[in-house]
Nanobody
């Protein structure tokens, strides 16, 4: 499956962005989807994951209550709605597809998009 993330940009602290990740090349509903992020000089970290049907969702503590992951299997797209953004949310955001429901481990996601940059100014 090929993944293409979009929707990043520059936003002020307290603002919102919605990231999208469009999938192609395979049956989207077969995959668990995740969002990860990597800030400059830091390791890639888990942000959110959603199961194949959308019924099981997990968030990192750092984004819980502010970010919402969702998916539309008819549109082959997963979303990440980001509200109340903070400067520490600045990172390249990656979507990923894998097979283990609820996984926060990036090694359990086999397919990765190129990432979209989110910059939050203070």
């Amino acid at each position: 499956v090929q993944l293409q993330a979009s929707g990043g940009g520059l936003v002020q602290a307290g603002g919102s962005l919605r990231l999208s990740c469009a999938a192609s090349g395979s049956t989207f509903s077969n995959y668990v989807m995740g969002w990860f992020r990597q800030a400059p000089g830091k390791e890639r970290e888990f942000a959110a994951t959603i199961s194949r049907s959308g019924g099981v969702i997990y968030y990192a503590d750092s984004v819980k209550g502010r970010f919402t992951i969702s998916r539309d299997n008819a549109k082959n797209t997963v979303y990440l709605q980001m509200n109340s953004l903070k400067p520490e949310d600045t990172a390249v955001y990656y979507c990923a597809a894998g097979g283990v429901s609820g996984s926060r481990n990036p090694t359990q996601y086999q397919y990765w998009g190129r990432g979209t940059l989110v910059t939050v100014s203070s």
